[in-house]
């Protein structure tokens, strides 16, 4: 029984983290300079950590923008 409530438990909060939206990129881009600083991208995703957001920085230019955002959005 114990097991089960945990499972439950684990289901509805990955539930919770999957259900949560994402601001748009507009929205994340606090500044609007056109792409998001490593500050604009963890308020955007909290649920990511640097490392992850550092990641999807994929041409490397210390920069999140749109379509890299989109990845991480949707990854
Ligand atoms: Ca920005
Ligand atoms: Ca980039």
Request: net charge negative; charged share 20%.
């Given at each position: 029984m114990?097991?089960?409530i945990a499972a439950l438990s684990l289901?509805?909060?990955a539930g919770t983290a999957f259900a949560q939206t994402a601001p748009s990129f507009e929205q994340?881009?606090?500044d609007a300079s056109g792409s998001l600083s490593?500050?604009?991208a963890?308020?955007?995703l909290p649920?990511?950590?640097e490392a992850a957001i550092v990641a999807g920085d994929a041409n490397n230019d210390g920069a999140?923008?749109?379509d890299e955002y989109?990845?991480?959005v949707g990854g």
């Amino acid at each position: 029984m114990t097991r089960l409530i945990a499972a439950l438990s684990l289901a509805l909060f990955a539930g919770t983290a999957f259900a949560q939206t994402a601001p748009s990129f507009e929205q994340a881009d606090a500044d609007a300079s056109g792409s998001l600083s490593l500050e604009e991208a963890k308020v955007a995703l909290p649920t990511l950590d640097e490392a992850a957001i550092v990641a999807g920085d994929a041409n490397n230019d210390g920069a999140i923008d749109a379509d890299e955002y989109a990845l991480l959005v949707g990854g």
